[in-house]
């Protein structure tokens, strides 16, 4: 895959954990799966619809990939579409970017840059 940023959906208690940590070690649905879900920009808002509908203190982390060397895997997930997955810690080293999950206008969301 040619993408070399990808997106985690954070809740404010897990950001706050990354911040002050200084790395990520998953939610619960990724200790359970053995790895960290990520998504690209064009999955970002889907997973945000399917999997934090309702939640509220939502924040969206930019990591840069490339970082990460070969603790990424590109795996089939949702609707048979590659997705990033992190086999490792996400350290905050490797997060460019994040702020709070909001959405524009049209309800799209806003990635961090």
Do not use: C, N
């Not at 930019?62 to 086999?87: C, M, N, Q």
């Amino acid at each position: 895959m040619s993408d070399t940023i990808a997106y985690k959906i954070l809740t404010g208690e897990q950001l706050a954990r990354l911040l002050a940590d200084g790395t990520f070690t998953g939610a619960p649905v990724d200790l359970a799966d053995g790895y960290i879900h990520m998504s690209t920009a064009d999955q970002a808002q889907g997973t945000l619809d399917k999997h934090f509908a309702g939640q509220e203190d939502l924040h969206v982390a930019a990591v840069d990939l490339t970082a990460l060397g070969d603790t990424v895997k590109w795996e089939v997930s949702r609707g048979g579409a590659l997705f990033p997955h992190i086999y490792a810690d996400l350290p905050l080293s490797a997060v460019i970017a994040h702020g709070p999950a909001l959405r524009d206008a049209d309800g799209a969301l806003q990635l961090p840059r």
